[in-house]
């Protein structure tokens, strides 16, 4: 088995560079767009493969490293680091090559780094509905990305999330609105998460579904007549906004229900393995209006996962209507698990 490694470490010099050496062959390549040096010992055998790997390495690894830098936070002893493994060729004669994810070791944080925010969004709310929070998040330096993903099944929906890690920084903290609790509670068991932030959401256990979670609990509003099943799909109705969001102003209900995905009919009934809530730190935004998914699942689930709950006089989509207290849930729940990672 062979290793390939990149270190990126600060250049205090006025234009920062990565030097990209491939070991033992005598030819080097520099970069003005990374602060940095990644130096990659024994690469791949084609330039091709080693060009790709590197950019990627690089991508990732001086990302944290330039915003620790622009910040004055960085001394020149920091560094951060990603290995790629390659294994020996299989029975069929194939190069296998896999990107390891890194241990929690790997992940420690110093109080100036920020974990990545992967936003998933629910149902008949698309990625759009996060507008109001990822902003300020941007703004204080956090690396932010909100996947929009089909609703056609729940694995595929947690397999957008898991490529989505791969485009921020690592480690990083999953924030789920209503159906997608249950799409970073699949996705959250990825050594890559370290945190969950549920709004308003599911959480089915290993034993759950999203409709069998639900059935425990009074049937809501929307469910009871604001919904219609056509094309194999669960769509909105126009009358049945005011029950997933109707303390927003009119105009802002209704660019959500035109923004709206309906989610395939079959999509609440499934469950793929994993449960995240069980092994990492969670928080839970309670909506005590809300009229989709029951406030009493959001108290229950909060109760059984540990997590540090906020309540808030909302209905459905609280990122929308008290977007303060969703944005606390997720600056508190980084606090803590620096603390955590920091001393691991």
């Known amino acids: 088995m062979r290793a390939l490694i990149a270190v990126a470490r600060l250049k205090r010099t006025r234009m920062p560079r990565v030097t990209i050496r491939p070991g033992g062959r005598g030819t080097q390549r520099e970069r003005h767009d990374f602060v940095g040096e990644i130096v990659i010992d024994n690469p791949p055998m084609n330039l091709f493969s080693e ?71 629910g149902i008949w709310a698309d990625g759009s509905c ?81 409709a069998s979670q639900q059935a425990k609990y009074p049937t809501t509003d929307i469910f009871a007549s604001g919904l219609e099943v056509a094309d194999e799909r669960v769509w909105m109705l126009p009358s049945g906004i005011k029950y997933f969001c109707g303390d927003l102003p009119a105009a802002e209900q209704q660019l959500v229900w035109a923004t709206a995905t309906p989610p395939a009919a079959e999509l609440f009934n499934e469950k793929p393995p994993g449960t995240a809530w069980r092994t990492k730190p969670s928080a839970f935004v309670v909506a005590t209006q809300d009229h989709s998914v029951h406030p009493d699942l959001h108290r229950d689930s909060a109760k059984r996962m540990g997590a540090t709950t906020y309540e808030v006089d909302s209905a459905h989509c609280a990122m929308l209507s008290h977007p303060d207290v969703v944005l606390d849930a997720i600056r508190n729940l980084v606090t803590s698990v620096q603390g955590t990672l920091a001393t691991a």
Not at 63 to 88: C, E, F, M, N
Not at 149 to 173: C, E, K, M
Request: proline fraction near 6%; aromatic fraction near 4%; hydrophobic fraction near 40%.
């Open 130 to 210: 996060f507008s109001k929070v990822i902003p300020p998040l941007q703004a204080e330096g956090y690396d932010v990305i909100a996947p929009q993903y089909n609703l056609d099944s729940a694995q595929t929906d947690i397999d957008s999330v898991l490529r989505t890690l791969g485009r921020v920084s690592s480690p990083s903290i999953l924030v789920g609105h209503s159906y997608g609790g249950a799409v970073i509670t699949g996705a959250g068991i990825d050594d890559r998460v370290i945190g969950l932030v549920y709004i308003a959401a599911v959480a089915p256990d290993e034993d759950e579904t999203a």
């Open 51 to 121: 060009a790709l790997i590197a950019d990627t390495l690089a991508h990732q690894a001086t990302k944290r490293i330039l915003r620790a830098w622009r910040s004055g936070g960085v001394s020149a002893a920091d560094h951060v680091t990603s290995r790629v493994t390659q294994d020996k060729p299989n029975a069929g004669g194939d190069d296998l090559t896999r990107v390891n994810s890194p241990n929690r070791k790997e992940l420690a944080m110093s109080p100036q780094d920020k974990p990545s925010i992967v936003f998933c969004h």
